[in-house]
């Protein structure tokens, strides 16, 4: 009995912990043109999946807003996903404070600009609940392309 709790309690702590955003950058571009387009008070999976993109991938992609704070857990909408809804420089700033907060961490702790992919990698699964990709799969992961954020 005992290891059917710790296992779902394992699971519902697993579920509660936030991923760095993980998928096709081109998600995230949809994302950005969309709420540019209408005010939304809440973004959920639902929203997601009627705009963006259906299924795992649309929970991925909400895993990934969380994670930036653009979101809440219930999809209620931050402050800093108001501040994306502007456009050039401003867009730009925004965009750099939310992911400059995102990955305090890490930008604490690795120069980002001679960083290797793998060391980042590392770092990012050793600090967070981002789970280890097979080598084939490693290629897919990006952090927004922080070298051009920031």
Do not use: C, H
Not at 21 to 47: H, L, V
Not at 69 to 80: N, Q
Not at 106 to 120: C, F, G, N, T, W
């Amino acid at each position: 009995m005992e290891n059917a709790e710790a296992k779902k309690l394992e699971t519902k702590l697993e579920e509660e912990t936030l991923k760095p955003p993980y998928g096709n950058i081109a998600w995230y571009e949809t994302f950005f043109d969309k709420i540019r387009s209408r005010d939304f008070d809440k973004f959920d999976k639902e929203i997601i999946e009627l705009n963006i993109i259906k299924g795992t991938n649309a929970t991925i992609l909400f895993r990934g807003l969380r994670f930036l704070g653009l979101v809440e857990k219930d999809g209620k909408t931050t402050e800093k996903f108001k501040s994306l809804r502007r456009f050039g420089d401003d867009f730009k700033q925004n965009l750099n404070k939310v992911v400059k907060d995102a990955y305090a961490l890490l930008l604490s702790k690795v120069v980002i600009e001679s960083a290797r992919p793998d060391k980042v990698l590392s770092f990012l699964q050793n600090t967070t609940a981002m789970v280890k990709q097979p080598q084939s799969k490693r290629g897919r992961f990006s952090f927004f392309s922080v070298n051009r954020v920031i």
